[in-house]
């Protein structure tokens, strides 16, 4: 069986990586959640093009959301990563700078255990500094930052992210990939389906849980649920 120490020893074999990803399946792309949005929902906002349906949602999100919100966002991309952290599809890729938490989400759900998964390491060579960057639409390239811990879960979670450019009209988001416009290298581990019992035993053991990384009221009660196995 798989264990958490020899996963560190096939990540670390990986040589230099900066940005970790957990999926539950290992056929799931890395494209972002608004290159997966279907056809029925973009028919309902009547847009001509991914750009315009961006717009849409984050404008809907903004307007009913900066009442919500204790620390209002600066920019546009702060915007975005608060629409990403409760669930509105965006062109932002969650990642972790740690494998550990990034393992978690490749295990954490009992319904998929029966499906392989996979930890993905990149090493992404064009970062930058969220502060210092407002304009989510100057670069024509994907590129990774760090988010200076804007909320609790992107704290807990170690958070940093790959932003990716809108293509024209509806074309093909661009997936992550080795030697793909900022990721220098890009290895997997894959995780059989057989091994996620145990390493989310593990990393619970650890306090790698839904209640550590969701440091609210959504992560305590899933917690709970997982605990009682409902």
Not at 93 to 116: M, Q, T
Request: with cysteine; net charge negative.
């Amino acid at each position: 069986m798989i264990e958490i120490t020899e996963f560190l020893k096939a990540i670390d074999s990986f040589g230099y990586v900066n940005y970790y990803r957990g999926h539950a399946d290992v056929n799931w792309k890395l494209i972002p959640s608004l290159a997966r949005t279907q056809a029925s929902s973009i028919n309902v906002w009547n847009c001509s093009q991914w750009a315009d349906l961006e717009v849409e949602i984050l404008r809907a999100f903004e307007k009913h959301g900066c009442s919500i919100i204790e620390t209002p966002p600066r920019n546009q991309l702060e915007w975005l990563i608060h629409a990403q952290h409760h669930g509105l599809p965006t062109r932002l890729l969650d990642w972790s700078s740690n494998p550990l938490k990034a393992l978690f989400f490749a295990v954490e759900n009992p319904a998929l255990d029966h499906l392989d998964g996979v930890v993905f390491g990149a090493s992404v060579v064009t970062n930058f500094v969220m502060d210092k960057y407002v304009e989510i639409n100057q670069h024509n390239k994907i590129i990774g930052f760090h988010s200076s811990s804007l909320n609790k879960r992107v704290a807990a979670q170690e958070g940093c992210f790959t932003l990716t450019p809108i293509p024209d009209g509806w074309g093909k988001f661009v997936e992550v990939e080795e030697n793909n416009l900022s990721v220098d290298y890009l290895g997997k581990y894959e995780i059989p389906k057989e091994h996620k019992p145990v390493l989310r035993k593990q990393l619970k053991t650890l306090g790698i849980t839904h209640q550590f990384l969701f440091p609210d009221l959504d992560g305590l009660a899933m917690s709970i649920k997982r605990d009682f196995g409902l």
